[in-house]
């Protein structure tokens, strides 16, 4: 799982990153440099937690997430009027993320000018969502220019195929030429395969994070057609305090703001909902670990999350719920009360499932 921290100027994507990542990175204006910081952070998760103490293993592994800080994002028109374009550097990186988490600035702060000069939180989140429905606009219309060359001459590809993928790009141009997201729309199977490798800005999910100030009530929003997103308010800069204090004092500061759980937690668990991803465990003496899949994935699949060669040499999958293995207290309960179940390659595994693969090489 990785997810790009995007924004505009002063927002507190960087304030954001740190809280998230426990980090110090300065929070600094970048002044529209591309710059970039990554931190991989251990998910938090109770169930690794409580299977670490009922098997003892000599190591626990958690599930990992990684954050971009990605600086360099301005909205608006340079002095021609046009508006700006993304360097090669940042779409190459933006085009590599899962998703995206939008810093969007709604603290007044005297000391912190706002690149507008005034807080406006709809505004600037529009501004972010209109560069992107842009770049992609730009890459589609190229797109179908390549193919509608490559259609009128003789000797192309099968005429058949091409036609189906130019009306593919004709109904994605469609769509963002009324500024709407390409998340909004649906996919076949093939069709979802044909546009993968393009990295649309618009087709990635997005969770809109309001940054507060102290005590502030979160403003009344509309993000750009929500399908494929979800909006979330915290307090940016005091989670960042919080999270770079020892975790004693932090649990004082915590109990008299009314923060039930640190960003840390809070953001990651709507990361999974955002990217529709699921933890599963592995358990023994040796080591216990959290692994992550998508919803929906299968047992063969969870094999090859843990390695290829045990998708390759896949036979049968070893699987019980969470649940029933802690109700139960051991894995020899489990079988004696037919909760241990043998799947094959077809199974859909589910959030919490403890699994462990048979296979042959």
């Known amino acids: 799982m990785q997810l790009g921290i995007i924004g505009l100027p002063q927002s507190g994507k960087t304030t954001l990153f740190n809280a998230l990542t426990r980090g110090d990175q300065p929070v600094t204006m970048s002044g529209g440099r591309f710059d970039v910081h990554t931190g991989i952070v251990d998910v938090p998760d109770e169930r690794v937690d409580r299977l670490s103490a009922m098997f003892k293993p000599q190591k626990t592994i958690y599930a990992k997430a990684a954050y971009v800080d990605i600086a360099g994002l301005e909205g608006g028109t340079d002095k021609s009027g046009e508006a700006k374009a993304f360097s090669g550097a940042l779409l190459n990186r933006l085009a590599q993320m899962d998703g995206f988490i939008h810093v969007v600035r709604c603290f007044e702060n005297a000391s912190v000018a706002h690149p507008s000069g005034s807080v406006d939180a709809q505004r600037d989140m529009d501004a972010i969502d209109m560069e992107f429905v842009l770049n992609d606009l730009i890459m589609v219309e190229r797109k179908l220019e390549r193919m509608r060359e490559e259609h009128g001459k003789q000797g192309g590809r099968e ?42 800005l618009t087709l990635k999910p997005v969770l809109m994070v309001l940054n507060l100030g102290e005590g502030q009530a979160a403003p009344k929003v509309n993000p750009m057609f929500l399908s494929g997103s979800s909006v979330v308010d915290l307090q940016g800069k005091l989670e960042m305090e919080l999270a770079q204090m020892p975790p004693e004092d932090a649990a004082v500061f915590m109990q008299e703001y009314g923060i039930e759980e640190l960003s840390l937690s809070r ?93 042959n090489l």
């Open 159 to 200: 005429k058949d195929k091409l036609a189906k993928e130019i009306e593919l790009f004709d109904r994605l141009h469609g769509t963002l030429s009324e500024e709407k997201p390409l998340r909004t729309l649906e996919f076949s199977l093939d069709e979802a395969r044909n546009i993968a490798s393009f990295g649309f």
């Open 267 to 359: 953001v990651i668990g709507l990361s999974y909902d955002l990217l529709s991803i699921q933890s599963f465990f592995t358990v023994g003496e040796d080591e216990v670990r959290a692994w992550t899949v998508r919803r929906g994935a299968s047992a063969v699949e969870a094999a090859g999350a843990i390695h290829t060669d045990l998708q390759k040499g896949f036979i049968r999958a070893e699987v019980v719920s969470y649940e029933d293995l802690v109700t139960l207290g051991s894995m020899a309960k489990a079988r004696d009360h037919g909760k241990l179940r043998l799947e094959g390659k077809t199974y859909i595994v589910q959030d919490g499932d403890i699994v462990h693969i048979r296979f």
